[in-house]
């Protein structure tokens, strides 16, 4: 017989694909998971129509190098806050999976809840429950199969379509996404391609691969036995209650355990896995089996609990100590970098700039009186809330004078700009055709920053 770790539940021994049909069963834990889901389904389709301060409560403007979060504006050169961000939810997949185990693939992973509480449920709304569906996909195409078929597909591409178009909101933004939806997609050809190939890529991935994806390609899976201990909570099997299984009997006592041996655990898996077996691979911990056995031993009259969570040490009828070394290195770590990510916040700079010599442009330019001018752009960002109002100076002792077009520079919130400005300074301060200085920035409300400008003429 070959060991269940040497093969998927999914593929068969030619190698086909095995189809799941998970049933539903409205349990403690369903019932827990259908808020979750419901709660983050709404965050992934509202965030981009809500607004914070006057602007989309997330947008990740990559083409502008413009990032929106809940009010607070970052720009590419905020790519600290990235790194802290990328490294606070590394160690936090560690951290919560060394306690939890796998809870992130079973409560909030993207896959289950698109799969398991939006397509699914239409799927078996449309075209009936487990058993309805089996014997659906093996009757032969007619009338009946070609309509429920044809429904599905139907509302899984407006579905797919829909979940596209909210993630390009949160890229190009929402009313920019309005406008391509009222003009000819031969005008915006990047983003309906986006929104074609995406869409095509999420039909297929929940209207056919499916659980595939959790069982094949998800690298999560591949590396959690290296995040797992054995007192990480997990959904397991009890032996001991448990074994040996048998079906039910009436009559004298029976020497078995408390597995009937009904499978329903089976049937309700989505990976289509045997929890009974132990920890594996395709496991994404969704509890639908603990609820499953626990409906059967309600009926039955024997304690819930067969399939729980728990950990190998409690399975095993052992104690088992929440603070364990990893354990308490992942919070250090975490602690750490929350208080950098909390410091670093709390004092950035809410304005930046640049002086920057326009590409192609001519160095210098030596005015009537003699003197050299020098043109430039200076970029300013303003990260904050309201419009700032900037100026540009020099230390005029130094005999530079610095000039910019129309006086004060003033920027919207969230915004950034580039103005024209020109350095004249006389030749004879000029030390081998060039001179350095200080120029500053300073805005109404405080920000003042200086930065050394090198500026150029003629080497005599």
């Known amino acids: 017989m070959t060991d269940f770790r040497e093969t998927l539940a999914t593929v068969d021994r030619q190698g086909n694909r095995r189809w799941v049909y998970p049933a539903i069963v409205w349990g403690y834990f ?9 709660l983050l389904l709404a965050f992934y389709l509202l965030m981009p129509w809500i607004s914070i301060d006057g602007k989309q409560a997330i947008l990740l403007d990559i083409a502008q190098r413009k990032f929106v979060f809940f009010g607070a504006t970052f720009w590419a050169t905020d790519t600290k806050f990235l790194m802290l961000l990328l490294g606070f939810m590394a160690f936090s997949l560690f951290f919560w ?3 939890f185990g796998r809870v992130w693939c079973g409560w909030a992973c993207p896959e289950t809840i698109f799969l398991e509480f939006l397509f699914r449920p239409i799927e078996t709304l449309i075209e009936g429950n487990a058993a309805a569906r089996r014997r659906l996909d093996a009757q032969p195409w007619n009338l009946q199969k070609i309509t429920k078929k044809t429904l599905k597909i139907g509302v899984f591409a407006l579905l797919s379509w829909g979940i596209t178009s909210t993630a390009l909101a949160y890229i190009v933004g929402r009313e920019p996404l309005l406008h391509m939806m009222t003009r000819s997609p031969f005008e915006n050809w990047t983003p309906f391609l986006f929104t074609l190939v995406v869409s095509g890529i999420t039909f297929f991935q929940f209207g056919w691969f499916r659980e595939q994806f959790c069982t ?16 990480s909570l997990l959904v397991g099997y009890d032996k001991t209650r448990g074994e040996p299984r048998g079906k039910l009997e009436r009559g004298p006592e029976q020497h078995r355990g408390d597995c009937v041996d009904c499978g329903l655990c089976v049937r309700v898996c989505p990976t289509g896995i045997d929890i009974r077996n132990g920890l594996q691979l395709e496991c994404i911990q969704c509890t639908a089996c603990a609820d499953a056995c626990d409906s059967v031993m309600v009926k039955i009259g024997r304690p819930t609990g067969l399939v729980r969570y728990d950990n190998d040490a409690g399975l095993a009828g052992k104690k088992s100590p929440l603070l364990r070394p990893r354990v308490v290195i992942y919070a250090a770590i975490l602690a750490v970098y929350l208080c950098i990510f909390s410091y670093a916040l709390s004092t950035r700079e809410l304005s930046e700039f640049q002086f920057i010599r326009p590409r192609g442009d001519t160095p210098f330019t030596i005015l009537a009186d003699g003197r050299i001018s020098n043109h430039m752009h200076v970029h300013i960002s303003n990260k904050s809330n309201v419009e700032e109002s900037y100026s540009l100076d020099v230390d005029r002792s130094t005999g530079v004078e610095v000039i910019t077009v129309g006086g004060a520079l003033k920027i919207a919130p969230g915004q950034d700009m580039s103005f024209p400005v020109f350095f004249d300074f006389p030749q004879s301060l000029l030390h081998n055709g060039r001179l350095s200085v200080k120029a500053s920035v300073t805005s109404d409300r405080g920000f003042h920053v200086e930065q050394a400008v090198s500026l150029l003429g003629p080497n005599e």
Not at 30 to 38: C, D, H, K, L
Not at 216 to 222: H, T
């Open 30 to 38: 369903f019932q827990r998971r259908t808020i979750v889901a419901i």
């Open 97 to 99: 999976t060394a306690l």
């Open 216 to 231: 094949i390609a998800c690298p999560y899976a591949r590396f959690q036995s290296v995040l797992l201990d054995p007192h």
